[in-house]
């Protein structure tokens, strides 16, 4: 857990300190991260996700877009937010309802309403350990765009917030 908290300590600086955070954070490619990185079990997953503030920061050119919710022990998603654009000062409490769980196949999965008219679609991501960091990945097998950015996951247990 000392590699997540030191990632999540690296960014919490940059958040304080103003710094740029798409230039600190680090990146990975789909394929790199398949083919060099350690895919977690079921149950690495578990006492990752369960519990945990899980952050996740989605590449959108020079800039993230930065999810964060709580992935509860019920199975329910609680403290959802959304930063576009990794913004300063733009995150924004979404509230909603939803689902988090890990399938058998060890993916975590979320599903969360913000009350659109449109039905949430479940998202579920394999993920895996590369460079000291944990990254989600949607296919391990015949990869649609293997260059494509791997997105960053931070896991923080409840002690560590």
Same mark, same amino acid.
Request: charged share 25%; proline share 4%.
């Given at each position: 857990?000392?590699?997540?908290?030191?990632?999540?300590?690296?960014?919490?600086?940059?958040?304080?300190?103003?710094?740029?955070?798409?230039?600190?954070?680090?990146?990975?490619?789909?394929?790199?991260? #398949?083919?060099?990185?350690?895919?977690?079990?079921?149950?690495?997953?578990?006492?990752?996700?369960?519990?945990?503030?899980?952050?996740? $920061?989605?590449?959108?050119?020079?800039?993230?877009?930065?999810?964060?919710? #709580?992935?509860?022990?019920?199975?329910?998603?609680?403290?959802?937010?959304?930063?576009?654009?990794?913004?300063?000062?733009?995150?924004?409490?979404?509230?909603?309802?939803?689902?988090?769980?890990?399938?058998?196949?060890?993916?975590?999965?979320?599903?969360?309403?913000?009350?659109?008219?449109?039905?949430?679609?479940?998202?579920?991501?394999?993920?895996?350990?590369?460079?000291?960091? $944990?990254?989600?990945?949607?296919?391990?097998?015949?990869?649609?765009?293997?260059?494509?950015?791997?997105?960053?996951?931070?896991?923080?247990?409840?002690?560590?917030?």
């Amino acid at each position: 857990m000392k590699k997540v908290s030191a990632v999540f300590g690296g960014l919490a600086a940059l958040a304080i300190f103003g710094g740029s955070i798409a230039a600190e954070l680090p990146t990975a490619t789909v394929s790199e991260v #398949v083919a060099s990185g350690r895919q977690l079990s079921r149950p690495e997953v578990e006492v990752l996700a369960v519990g945990s503030q899980i952050k996740r $920061y989605i590449p959108t050119g020079v800039r993230y877009n930065t999810h964060s919710w #709580v992935c509860r022990r019920d199975g329910t998603v609680g403290d959802f937010t959304n930063d576009r654009d990794g913004e300063t000062g733009a995150v924004r409490s979404m509230g909603g309802t939803g689902t988090c769980r890990i399938d058998d196949n060890g993916r975590l999965c979320t599903k969360v309403q913000m009350g659109m008219k449109v039905e949430a679609s479940e998202v579920c991501r394999f993920i895996f350990e590369f460079g000291g960091a $944990y990254w989600g990945v949607a296919r391990r097998k015949n990869l649609k765009n293997p260059d494509a950015p791997a997105i960053l996951h931070v896991f923080v247990r409840p002690s560590e917030q």
